[in-house]
């Protein structure tokens, strides 16, 4: 079982890992969800609420924009899947993670079309 966590801001990843007040935590397994997405709405944005809060939940990946490297390295020390540099609708992103599909700096397109951020144009 895979436990993974996105910081959301309405439609969207949040664009900022240490300025998110609104999580969406999703429990899956061969690209199946397993029980319904929860929500949690923090007080305040925190970015070491959030990695007590992974560490806490047992998360396995998580899905976000940007993150300061202190915390990505340690949330990689942690044996957490990281991928950030994900810009787009948080419901595509997730649709991509189940299938398998997605990758680190994906940018998430209406129309269902991807380009990563990285690619040389």
Known sequence: MNKLMMPIRGD????????????????????TLLGEPKTIIMDRASDEGLCQMIVEEHITSLVCNGIEELHYNFLLWKKVNVLDGIIGNWQTALEKILDGTLQQGAVLYPDEREASSYESK
Not at 12 to 24: G, K, S
Request: glycine share 4%; aromatic share 16%; hydrophobic share 50%.
């Open 12 to 31: 969207f990843v949040a664009p900022r890992f240490d300025l998110a007040t609104e999580i969406l935590i999703v429990q899956y397994n061969n690209g």
